[in-house]
Nanobody, 120 residues
């Protein structure tokens, strides 16, 4: 009915930058929240950053000042610019969105995940 497709990720050296993108498609009426979570090996999935349709942002303390989330409502897309990356940022990053569909459902939707590895 709806899906999220992620782009970006990869291997980067400490101090480097990466940009993640995610686009929603399907029977979308509106999208409340869009954001990014991450899960490192042996750890629970955690919120990285989130943005509302109105542009209000929320960041995990560990990424404040380094990561920036942005959103293109016209394209149903969200981006995560990650700067000054650290080895502890290594994880699988998942796009997430709370979507209202054209059939009046409200879906908590996840992308397939993209690997980010920060290593020298």
């Amino acid at each position: 009915q709806v899906q999220l497709v992620e782009f970006g990720g990869g291997l980067v050296q400490p101090g480097g930058s990466l940009r993640l993108s995610c686009a929603a498609s399907g029977s979308i009426d509106s999208i409340y929240y869009m954001g990014w979570y991450r899960q490192a090996p042996g750890k629970q999935r955690e919120l990285v950053a989130q943005i509302t349709s109105g542009g209000s942002r929320n960041y995990a303390d560990s990424v404040k000042g380094r990561f920036t989330i942005s959103r293109d409502n016209a394209k149903n897309a969200v981006n995560l610019q990650m700067n000054s990356l650290k080895p502890e940022d290594t994880a699988v990053y998942y796009c997430n969105a709370i979507i209202a569909t054209t059939t009046m459902d409200r879906l908590n939707t996840w992308g397939q995940g993209t690997q980010v590895t920060v290593s020298s």
